[in-house]
């Protein structure tokens, strides 16, 4: 049964001359409304995905954001992980997906770079993930396969429009 993998950009953040420190720079009030206007479209795009677990950058708009989102899909608290903060080896997030079930959606919420280096190095896309971006993979479940397929890949203001229509 197949695996999917989300890689979602936290939201819009405060400005970095508000916070010196950008490990906990928070999500705007901008931020937390696009945020929370997109998420209907981002539940459309999820279809009937029923086994989803979220998994997250600590920074703190990566947090505030997840936390946004577990609250929004009624799912379990995310997970906070150090490695995804700090940019950690690909092979880090082949584990998390070999350690997942069979027909699970993990969403990792996390920042800029990494987030179009992975997109890189499992699909060999390269994404310019924007604020609020999300993109949906297939995650290779046979043994042969390598590189995961792109299915979707939205910012914020698509998903919106999918709530629009």
Known sequence: MTKYLILYRHGMAEDKSRNTNDDLRSLSLRGKTLLKKSISGFKTMLGNSNNIQIYSSPKLRARQTAEILSEELSLENPIFLDFLGTGGNIRLIRELMENTEPGSTVIIV????????????????????????????????????????????????????????
């Open 110 to 165: 996390g920042q800029q770079p990494f987030l179009s280096i992975w997109s890189q190095e499992l699909s060999g896309i390269f994404l310019p993930f924007k604020k609020g971006s999300a993109a949906c993979f297939k995650f290779p479940d046979e043994v042969g396969e390598v590189k995961a397929q792109l299915r979707w890949y939205l910012q914020t203001r698509d998903f919106v429009k999918i709530d629009d229509k």
